[in-house]
């Protein structure tokens, strides 16, 4: 079974770039023909996809946080990493990755991270 697991610092300031990673077991990131997403959930709103990157290394990322995110992995270690940058507190969420077959979060054989809550405090 897939299981995907979030790690990264629960706390960032202001205007400084978040980073978490996603480290895969039980299925390689390459494996066609899946995507893996990140998406977050701000507190007491849905969720919003930021953005994928799939099995064959192409990425993809939603309009209204392309400028300040990139999405890239590492296969050696079977984990893809975000990083978003000038975060503000609007940015504060759990942040969850994802594997799924449309590499938007809603397609089939989806496997879900826990998810990690992140701040954004000075």
């Known amino acids: 079974q897939v299981q995907l697991q979030e790690s990264g610092p629960g706390l960032v300031k202001p205007s400084q770039t978040l980073s978490l990673t996603c480290t895969v077991s039980?299925?390689?990131?390459?494996?066609?023909?899946?995507?893996w997403s990140w998406i977050r959930q701000p507190p007491g709103k849905g969720l919003e996809w930021m953005g994928a990157?799939?099995?064959?290394?192409?990425?993809h990322y939603s309009p209204s946080l392309k400028s300040r995110t990139s999405i890239f992995r590492d296969t050696s270690k079977n984990q893809f990493s975000l990083q978003l940058s000038s975060v503000t507190p609007e940015d504060a969420a759990v942040y969850f990755c994802?594997?799924?077959?449309?590499?938007?979060?809603?397609?089939?054989?989806?496997?879900w991270g826990q998810g990690t809550q992140v701040t954004v405090s000075s």
């Open positions: 039980g299925g390689s990131i390459t494996t066609s023909y899946y995507g």
């Open positions: 994802v594997r799924d077959q449309s590499g938007l979060g809603t397609g089939g054989d989806a496997y």
């Open positions: 990157i799939v099995f064959d290394g192409s990425t």
